[in-house]
């Protein structure tokens, strides 16, 4: 059964350096998301994705965030500079269509130190 | 007020009990209604899918959609051990492309 997967699956960064989660979406997909999850909160939408560029993104996703699909299966998201309270899990999603259900990867954590 | 209110729980039952698991939601715009399970640091895995309002079944799961009250709700017959996880409502938003989760209600099924 297709899956997303996501790499690495623990990441651990200093505050202030550039981080880059990665994912591969299920292939026949067209759309792509980041949620985060912070440790005991719910899960929460970053941006959403298609055709190359963003179509939706929440008030969290802010400059230092951005995403890019750089070749045709895999879909990152880069945070310029971290700080301490990005710390979280990161799930990247993807589903076939505009209004279909998404399905979700294992998640990235990352610890920013 | 939230998007989606969802109570954390915890909830313990003995197995073979029915459970019942609920979300309200702020918007009558909202259109597609989803339940995750969520074992723990994984990712969530979704289980049911409506968009009308009423109920749908698959195997020992019922998902029940009422928008005249913005209320939805997820039934677990015969449950068992393994479905003890986290259980997430979720929503679109306006655009459909969106989605808001609830909290999560933590479900432990006890053998």
């Known amino acids: 059964e297709p899956e997303v997967t996501q790499t690495p699956s623990h990441q651990v960064t200093q505050m202030g350096q550039e981080v880059i989660l990665r994912c591969v979406p299920i292939?026949?997909?067209?759309?792509f998301y980041w949620y985060r999850q912070i440790l005991g909160q719910k899960v929460e939408f970053l941006v959403s994705?298609?055709?190359?560029?963003?179509?939706?993104k929440s008030e969290i996703f802010d400059d230092q965030f951005s995403v890019e699909r750089p070749d045709g299966s895999n879909f990152t998201l880069k945070i310029r500079s971290t700080k301490l309270e990005d710390s979280a899990m990161y799930f990247c999603?993807?589903?076939?269509?505009?209004?279909?259900?998404?399905?979700f990867g294992p998640g990235t954590r990352l610890t920013v130190l | 007020q939230k998007e989606v209110e969802q109570d954390p729980g915890p909830l313990s039952v003995p197995e073979g009990a029915i459970v019942s698991l609920n979300c309200t939601y702020s918007?009558?715009?909202?259109?597609?209604f989803m339940w995750y399970r969520q074992y723990s640091r994984k990712g969530p895995e979704l289980l049911m899918y409506?968009?009308?309002?009423g109920n749908k079944e698959d195997g020992r799961f019922t998902a029940q959609v009422d928008k005249s009250s913005k209320y939805i709700s997820l039934f677990i017959r015969d449950s068992q051990p393994s479905d003890s996880a986290t259980y997430l409502c979720?929503?679109?938003?306006?655009?459909?492309?969106?989605?808001?989760f609830g909290t999560g209600t933590s479900l432990t099924v006890i053998p």
């Open positions: 999603a993807s589903s076939m269509d505009y209004y279909n259900e998404q399905f």
């Open positions: 292939s026949n997909h067209l759309y």
């Open positions: 994705f298609y055709n190359n560029e963003i179509s939706e």
């Open positions: 918007n009558s715009a909202f259109q597609y």
């Open positions: 409506t968009y009308s309002s």
């Open positions: 979720a929503t679109n938003s306006n655009t459909g492309n969106q989605f808001y």
